[in-house]
Nanobody, 117 residues
């Protein structure tokens, strides 16, 4: 069965850095689109960054120039390097893997990122 597991969250000061990892078990990412999303209390879940099988990348405007998404297919892992963190980046970060044609795909359980001012 497909399982996604996020790790790397924690508490950091504003201006600091974290690297999140999303590992897949049960299957490989293959041609799926893999994205990082985030959701804070009382807010809607939003796309942070995504990467395709051929490494086409999109970022939310709020994180451009600060976050970098990448994938290592040999390790079946997708990363989100987060630099220059701001308090508004505080949220639970989720990994998602879905087919090219769309649909909900699979979600991980999330990892908490808290940035102190």
């Amino acid at each position: 069965q497909v399982q996604l597991v996020e790790s790397g969250g924690g508490l950091v000061q504003a201006g600091g850095s974290l690297r999140l990892s999303c590992g897949a078990s049960g299957s490989r990412f293959g041609f799926n689109i893999v994205g990082w999303y985030r959701q804070d209390a009382g807010k809607q879940r939003e796309l942070v960054a995504q990467i395709t099988w051929n490494r086409s990348i999109k970022y939310a405007d709020a994180v451009k120039g600060r976050f970098t998404i990448s994938r290592d297919d040999t390790k079946n892992t997708v990363y989100l390097q987060m630099n220059s963190l701001k308090s508004e980046d505080t949220a639970v970060y989720y990994c998602n893997s879905r087919p090219l044609g769309g649909g909900p795909g699979y979600w991980g359980q999330g990892t908490q990122v808290t940035v102190s001012s």
